[in-house]
């Protein structure tokens, strides 16, 4: 649990690099003047000068801000995590609860406190290295994701899609995961180790207690 907690906040915390990168993958001047041009079928140039000229065309507005674009993307994805914070922060407790009952339990399979630490730090053990191998995966499968993603969206949305627009959301989607996913798996390096260390440490208890 407190995994998912760390990560949500580190993408809380990596927002200002969301922004910037979206800045320079997908709302710069560049990439927006030239799906404009795409459409109209005009010169890149063109549509800048255009837009230069008379800002109230239409679809000029993100061309002459996008910044307030950004900004604007960047607040919608904070509204769209913010409600599963507190979602995880009530169920911070329980997983606790549940953390007590699984020792507890494992404490009545075997009536031996040592063999349970044992059994609980063996898992955990597992469990990181299991998650530190999903997470580093992450930016691997992440091009088949967004792919999956727009096909499910629409069956042909890729051909309606601007040149480059994929790759960069990718991107962008990579630049805003990469320090909160490092630091995460730091997490899990430690855990596993931590919980290693401690398996053995228990095991030979363990293993002292049933020679007595």
Known sequence: MQDCYSLQDGLLEN?????SSLQENLVNEDFIAEQIA???GIAVEQVKEICRKDPAQEGCEPLNNPNLMATSLVEEITNKINPYAQLINKLKLLMIFLFVLSL????LGTMEIYAALFKIS???AISAVFGYIAFSSLSTLLPGIVDQAFNIAAADISQKLPIGFKENIIKVVNAWLEVPISNLNKLFIYLAAISLLTSILFYILKRKKAKR
Request: glycine letters at 0%; proline letters at 7%; hydrophobic letters at 55%.
């Open 15 to 19: 927002l200002p690099v969301l922004k």
């Open 38 to 40: 795409a459409q109209s």
């Open 104 to 107: 507890v339990f494992y404490f």
């Open 122 to 124: 063996i898992n955990t």
